[in-house]
């Protein structure tokens, strides 16, 4: 893993956040090189105790957020909006204020994020999780 | 809502279920309250036919619980609403029932009168005697050849088929057309008392007639709910005659529901989606679904990164999106998540 090309990036995380290394690893390295989006950071999503992804697909200019998490783990509600709650907060304080680049780009749409379900077989899934009450696309 | 001259649709409770009987108050709760039920009613002869239910109309409890708290129906506990009837009131009854028959028996009388008059009569009663001699002959040629092939066992088989197979002629007939073949005396099945076995007393004393019983009991006159109706889920809960909501989760679905409610949306059983509720943006009849909804009781209950999966899938399969309803009790506050597929990975 150390000789990784992900590893320097991902090392604070991994030591701060040890249990959920493996997903953070698993859904960076997924995004990076499989997905391929670009601008790819990694934040310190505290309210999850993890490491969070934020990027975009290629050739857009939307900014996406991806928190990974493992299928054995166990959620709740709260910490999905906890998620929420901080992603969102960061990104209002000015250092990341994309609203009125997003608007143009996606319309009014509600905040959401990308749910990056892990296994240990290293298969992945991402889900859309949309605040509020959203109507699925026609 | 605040329909002030609209009287309160009774919801009639049995067993801790809200039933709807009055076909008008089933509009009503569907047009004006936006709340659908699901119809159970079956034919009393045709209770396995479910394409065409009718009334009665039963509640899911939380929608009962919203529309009582709406004020828009009360809870009558049905089965205290029926009084001792009194002696006057059993009399006007059995003398409504009497009249009932007299007129019907009239009625048949002037028929049977008029029928019997006619010439039509003559010639059905020759097709019968002929029909009947078919059937006789229908039955020797059988029994031959059950003969001809042999097999004795199978010989009774069809001669019982066949003579149980063709219609016995009624009693009346009979008479009329003395045809002595008919041996209704050694039957031996013991014979249901009808108007044949007393002869002398012919059909003049007893035709058929139909007893009516009312579709609706609430004619009667010892029908009182006036005792027994709640108007606020506490007081039909002091009574014992409602329990819901009791639980965290009852309380959440009731919640939910009730804010999904006040956006104008429609809630049906969500079962056949692996939901609470199937939300609908209109009317069920005239709109499909958007959402299949979860409750989730509380912000700290478990959520599986599978269930988000499952539903997930299902949703994007069905151009559904999964909501995820978190309800907060000490807030008494719904927050929501919509779940699709992510379209990648």
Same mark, same amino acid.
């Given at each position: 893993m150390e000789l990784?090309? %992900?590893?320097?990036?991902?090392?604070?995380?991994?030591? =701060? /956040?040890?249990?959920? #290394? @493996?997903?953070?690893?698993?859904? /960076?390295?997924?995004?990076?090189? @499989?997905?391929?989006?670009q601008d790819v950071?990694?934040?310190?999503?505290? #309210?999850? #105790?993890?490491? @969070?992804? =934020?990027? =975009? =697909?290629?050739?857009? *200019?939307?900014?996406? /957020?991806?928190? $990974?998490?493992?299928?054995?783990?166990?959620? %709740?509600?709260?910490?999905?909006?906890?998620?929420? @709650?901080?992603?969102?907060?960061?990104?209002?304080?000015? *250092?990341?204020?994309?609203?009125? *680049?997003?608007? #143009?780009?996606?319309?009014?749409? $509600?905040?959401?994020? /990308?749910?990056?379900?892990?296994?240990?077989d290293a298969s992945i899934v991402y889900y859309k999780l949309s605040q509020g009450i959203v109507k699925p696309p026609v | 809502m605040s329909d002030s001259e609209a009287r309160p649709v009774a919801l009639r409770v049995a067993n801790k279920t809200a039933y709807v009987w009055d076909v008008d108050d089933i509009a009503t709760l569907r047009s004006k309250h936006r709340i659908c039920g699901v119809l159970t009613g079956t034919l009393p002869h045709l209770s396995q036919q479910n394409v065409f239910l009718g009334v009665p109309l039963v509640l899911m409890p939380e929608e009962a619980v919203l529309l009582v708290e709406t004020g828009a129906a009360v809870l009558v506990d049905d089965p205290k609403a029926y009084l001792e009837p009194t002696i006057p009131q059993l009399q006007k009854w059995s003398a409504e029932q009497q009249e009932s028959i007299r007129t019907q028996l009239a009625y048949t009388e002037t028929k049977l009168a008029k029928e019997s008059a006619s010439p039509g009569r003559a010639l059905s009663e020759e097709a019968l005697r002929k029909r009947k001699e078919r059937e006789e002959r229908k039955k020797a040629q059988a029994a031959l050849a059950a003969k001809a092939a042999g097999d004795e066992g199978l010989d009774v088989f069809a001669q019982e088929a066949?003579?149980?197979?063709?219609?016995?002629?009624?009693?009346? +007939?009979? +008479?009329?057309t003395s045809t002595p073949s008919v041996s209704l005396p050694s039957d031996p099945r013991p014979s249901t008392p009808s108007i044949s076995t007393d002869p002398s007393k012919s059909s003049s004393s007893l035709p058929p007639y139909t007893i009516v019983i009312p579709a609706s009991a609430t004619s009667h006159e010892w029908y009182s709910p006036e005792s027994c109706t709640y108007t606020t889920i506490e007081a039909a809960r002091e009574a014992g005659v409602w329990d819901y909501p009791?639980?965290?989760?009852?309380?959440?679905?009731?919640?939910?529901?009730?804010?999904?409610?006040?956006?104008?949306?429609?809630?049906?059983?969500? &079962?056949?989606?692996?939901?609470?509720?199937?939300?609908?943006?209109?009317?069920?009849?005239?709109?499909?679904?958007?959402?299949?909804?979860?409750? &989730? +009781?509380?912000? &700290?209950?478990?959520?599986?990164?599978?269930?988000?999966?499952?539903?997930?899938?299902?949703?994007?399969?069905?151009?559904?999106?999964?909501l995820l309803c978190g309800w907060d009790d000490e807030k008494k506050e719904v927050s929501y998540l919509s779940i699709e597929w992510a379209g990648f990975g």
């Open positions: 990784h090309p %992900s590893f320097p990036v991902l090392s604070p995380f991994i030591s =701060k /956040y040890p249990r959920s #290394s @493996a997903s953070l690893f698993q859904t /960076y390295n997924d995004i990076v090189y @499989a997905q391929q989006w950071e990694v934040l310190d999503l505290e #309210s999850c #105790s993890r490491g @969070a992804i =934020k990027g =975009k =697909k290629r050739d857009t *200019e939307e900014m996406l /957020y991806v928190v $990974p998490c493992s299928l054995s783990e166990t959620l %709740s509600f709260g910490w999905l909006q906890g998620a929420f @709650a901080q992603i969102f907060r960061t990104r209002s304080n000015g *250092e990341e204020f994309l609203a009125a *680049e997003q608007d #143009s780009t996606a319309g009014a749409n $509600p905040p959401f994020i /990308y749910l990056a379900i892990t296994t240990q | 066949s003579s149980s197979s063709s219609p016995a002629p009624t009693p009346n +007939e009979a +008479e009329r009791s639980t965290l989760f009852e309380r959440a679905r009731c919640g939910v529901f009730k804010d999904l409610w006040k956006q104008g949306y429609f809630m049906g059983g969500g &079962i056949k989606f692996g939901g609470e509720y199937l939300v609908y943006p209109g009317d069920p009849l005239r709109y499909h679904s958007h959402f299949a909804a979860t409750v &989730i +009781e509380s912000p &700290i209950a478990s959520l599986r990164p599978m269930e988000i999966v499952a539903h997930g899938r299902l949703g994007t399969a069905t151009k559904k999106a999964h």
